[in-house]
């Protein structure tokens, strides 16, 4: 046999070996058999910048894939046209390669829903974010602290507390917190349109002032039905230049300063801040929290009543009224009702102590405490002389 024709048979041999070799990766690659570690989803996080020599190597780690270095080989090979995103993924252990790289080459990361309810503070809500390992508090200061983000609305104010919507976020783990709050605060020019504007200038509220009264109503309430009438107590109140006195901008006074401690005391209504509503005229510099878009209806859409007060009742709710002498009667109505759950409960229990069941004999109906039973206010005390007679007594807490 001459040269050339055995160099031909050595040719043709090596390119057979190379194709049956080649197929039988490629399967493996395809078709990975059981992995090392337990079978599930493995979530990993690639960070910007990452080789991709170390891609294949963490996934081979945690068992998406069964070997890195022929992992590495077939995509430089086969698909190196495909580019390897950054970011979070989840993968079931094992993934077939050709999966893994089309997953990561169109960014399919994990996303995270974030649900934001209403009547929380900036810190409130960015702590459900960065609770997921999304952003961190730093960011998130650097970020509500860019008031240009809503030019005009927030002047005299160093953040954007208040403007930051409450909603649904669908974000990922490489969303910044930036990128965050100007979907918020997008999300609050959307829903605080033209027409609500237009209603608060009616009032002679501007959007700060109306976003600021906003937030103290849903914090005084659960209940949407109350938010228009308490919305016209404050107003009320403040064309007759009495003080909001609301329990709210306490707590917020004292969160804002650090010296939030669970429990509002009575010497705390002394607090020192332009929030506290029971030492200052008006409406606080800024809100104390972010409102939702009923509350911020209700804001410039409450209520015609001639209600100065109010108080929580027991059933979650809150009585209202016109007078300080009727806001007093309603006081001790609470005050009695209280005594008469109270009771009723402490039967409930010496009979369930006692043997007997809800039926038996001197057992009563059970009873439900308020679900939204907020702090005592301070005693009734006179008003000053450009007031109504002990007008800064208004009680807006639990009796």
């Given at each position: ?211 600021t009264l906003a937030s103290i109503i849903e914090k ?112 001790t109505a609470a005050h009695r009702m209280r005594e ?13 102590a006692a043997g007997r069941g809800p039926g038996g ?39």
């Open positions: 046999m001459s040269a050339p024709r055995r160099l031909l048979r050595v040719v043709l041999l090596l390119l057979l070996l190379a194709i049956v070799a080649g197929g039988y990766f490629s399967y493996r690659l395809r078709h990975p058999g059981k992995p090392a570690v337990p079978a599930g989803r493995a979530t990993i996080l690639f960070p910007m910048g990452t080789p991709t020599a170390q891609i294949f190597q963490r996934l081979e780690k945690e068992g998406v894939v069964q070997d890195a270095r022929l992992a590495e080989i077939y995509y430089r090979l086969y698909r190196n046209g495909t580019p390897l995103q950054a970011g979070e993924y989840s993968f079931d252990r094992p993934t077939p390669i050709d999966e893994v790289i089309n997953r990561m080459g169109k960014g399919e990361v994990v996303q995270y829903t974030i649900v934001v309810p209403e009547g929380l503070t900036a810190d409130e809500s960015f702590e459900l974010f960065w609770r997921q390992g999304i952003g961190g508090p730093e960011a998130f200061h650097r970020a509500i602290s860019d008031t240009e983000l809503l030019p005009g609305l927030t002047r005299g104010v160093n953040d954007l507390e208040g403007f930051l919507f409450p909603d649904t976020y669908v974000v990922t783990r490489s969303t910044s917190a930036r990128q965050i709050v100007d979907r918020m605060v997008g999300n609050f020019r959307k829903n605080f349109g033209p027409d609500l504007r237009d209603k608060a200038r009616d009032l002679g509220l501007s959007t700060r002032q109306a976003v005084e309430t659960a209940i949407k039905s109350e938010l228009p009438v308490v919305a016209s107590v404050y107003l009320n109140r403040l064309k007759k230049g009495m003080r909001l006195q609301a329990d709210p901008t306490v707590m917020y006074a004292l969160k804002r300063d650090g010296r939030w401690t669970g429990m509002l005391h009575r010497s705390d209504y002394a607090y020192d801040s332009p929030y506290n509503a029971y030492t200052n005229d008006g409406l606080p510099p800024g809100p104390i929290a972010n409102p939702g878009l009923a509350a911020l209806k209700a804001a410039v859409n409450p209520a015609k009543t001639d209600y100065l007060y109010f108080v929580a009742d027991n059933r979650g709710g809150h009585t209202f009224t016109r007078t300080f002498e009727e806001h007093l009667q309603a006081i008469a759950m109270d009771a009723a409960d402490a039967a409930a229990d010496a009979a369930a004999p001197g057992a009563g109906a059970p009873l439900e405490a308020p679900s939204n039973e907020k702090h005592p206010a301070p005693a009734a005390t006179p008003g000053r002389p450009s007031e109504p007679a002990a007008a800064r007594a208004k009680d807006s807490g639990a009796p």
